[in-house]
């Protein structure tokens, strides 16, 4: 899996999505005043409690020795992805909003925060009156988690326990509420999801909530001549020498990155609708169509994926796009280049199917099958690429 350079300044930071051709699934605007919380529900800065800490290794506990054979938990070790999600406030401020703002919700119940990180999930439920948050996080931050409980005073509301969920047997038989930022890249990257959907099979009581209880996947089609020009094709003549090998394998890799909004050529559509609360562990892997139609004339280099998330338990309905109209979250988009460049013609249409299924060597990995046929005035082309994200 690809990332362009940290900070695209094509980017948009337009902060809604009216203007993309499905239902918006909330109006969240951050800085609004009726988004501001009561003064007896902030909360102190996370940095400042980190700041008490010991961060003198990047590796949260970590030892000199420590080596890459469990990749995934040890990223998550690591302080500066944490800082990273903090600071998406589209993402963190959503689910504090969701909290803050459904105290009914949490009042006096259990609640389960899967891969809790830092542990700010569980401290918003904490303030939000749970009766007992137990915070489960397989990676060495769990330390610092603890650490953070007890610096802010809620040592006896929430538990942190270390280890993996499929692992761990809770002090209590059944949980009221499972709350997860389990989505990764492309929504499914790193499979987060089956973790929750184990936990919601394990613990959660019959008229349980999961929140987020919605994710959906959508996809769109882009003009990107300068970039894949760069990055791509770049390898058809390296100072005189044919590469073409390496292009095969930079164009099987999505890449994650913001995409301007003014690049997009079609409209959107959804491809899968996943209900957190209902849904098989098997659901994750899904073949959909798609049909593209062009608002306007133009050339087609690459598809891209995003996704939206919604909390429909709440008393209004609340949610987040990481779509490339809406306001820029560290998910970004993932972009899917094409071997050919597509010619269309506003009003046709790129039909096709994209298949996602887990990988099965490393089932937290994810393969991707596109089928794509164009039957234009100008291309009529068709075909299928594999990309893999690892």
Request: charge should be negative; proline fraction near 3%; glycine fraction near 6%.
């Amino acid at each position: 899996m690809g990332r362009r350079r940290s900070n695209n300044g094509g980017s948009s930071s337009s902060s809604n999505i009216e203007n993309n051709n499905h239902p918006q699934v909330t109006k969240l605007c951050i800085d609004d005043d009726d988004n501001e919380l009561p003064e007896e529900m902030i909360t102190p800065s996370i940095d400042q409690s980190m700041s008490e800490a010991d961060n003198s290794t990047a590796v949260i506990g970590g030892d000199d020795d420590k080596t890459s054979a469990d990749y995934y938990f040890d990223s998550y070790s690591h302080f500066g992805i944490h800082e990273e999600m903090l600071k998406d406030t589209v993402r963190t401020k959503t689910y504090q909003n969701v909290i803050y703002k459904n105290t009914f919700l949490f009042k006096d119940k259990i609640v389960l925060d899967v891969g809790a990180g830092t542990g700010i999930l569980s401290l918003f439920c904490a303030k939000a009156g749970a009766k007992h948050v137990y915070a489960i996080e397989c990676s060495q931050m769990a330390d610092m988690a603890k650490q953070i409980v007890e610096t802010n005073g809620f040592s006896n509301v929430i538990t942190v326990l270390k280890g993996k969920v499929e692992e761990i047997e809770l002090p209590v038989p059944k949980v009221d509420i499972i709350i997860s930022e389990w989505m990764g890249y492309f929504l499914l990257f790193e499979n987060m999801l089956d973790t929750v959907l184990y936990a919601r099979n394990k613990w959660l009581v019959n008229d349980g909530i999961v929140l987020p209880d919605k994710a959906s996947l959508y996809v769109t089609a882009i003009e990107d001549h300068e970039y894949k020009e760069d990055k791509i094709e770049f390898w058809n003549d390296v100072y005189g020498f044919d590469m073409k090998c390496i292009k095969k394998q930079s164009i099987m890799e999505p890449l994650v990155d913001t995409v301007d909004q003014n690049q997009i050529v079609t409209n959107c559509q959804l491809l899968k609708t996943m209900d957190i609360l209902k849904m098989a562990s098997g659901d994750v892997s899904f073949t959909a169509p798609f049909k593209l139609r062009a608002e306007r004339s133009d050339y087609i280099h690459a598809l891209v994926a995003y996704f939206d998330v919604s909390f429909t338990q709440c008393h209004k309905l609340m949610g987040f796009s990481t779509g490339p109209r809406s306001r820029t979250t560290h998910w970004k988009q993932t972009v899917l280049y094409l071997e050919d460049v597509l010619t269309i013609c506003e009003g046709e249409v790129l039909s096709g199917s994209m298949t996602v299924s887990q990988n099965k060597k490393n089932p937290r990995d994810v393969d991707i099958t596109l089928k794509y046929e164009l039957n234009g005035q100008r291309s009529k082309i068709s075909g299928t690429q594999h990309y893999k994200m690892r």
